[in-house]
């Protein structure tokens, strides 16, 4: 009985590119998570600070939700991409 051993990665993304993508993923994921706590935040402090023009310098609450919404896009895509299998 012989054993043949092959070396082939197990996804079709894989060394120093999947460690980088898998990075940019995790940082994706950070921003996704804290998005609303920084977002309030921000409104919070312009309206004590800078009560003059708030919506000049932060995102309106569509805006972010549009932005929230293509960063999720972004994370399934990706996370899509890292799940294909090298034989598929």
Not at 46 to 58: H, L, M
Request: proline content about 1%; overall charge neutral.
């Amino acid at each position: 009985m012989a054993i043949t051993m092959t070396n082939n990665p197990q996804y079709k993304i894989h060394g120093e590119e999947r460690r980088s993508l898998k990075k940019e993923l995790s940082l994706l994921k950070s921003f996704v998570k804290n998005f609303w706590y920084y977002h309030q935040l921000e409104k919070d402090m312009y309206s004590i600070y800078c009560a003059a023009d708030i919506n000049k310098y932060v995102l309106s609450d569509e805006a972010a939700k549009q932005k929230f919404d293509e960063v999720c896009l972004e994370i399934k895509k990706r996370e899509e991409d890292l799940s294909v299998l090298y034989n598929s």
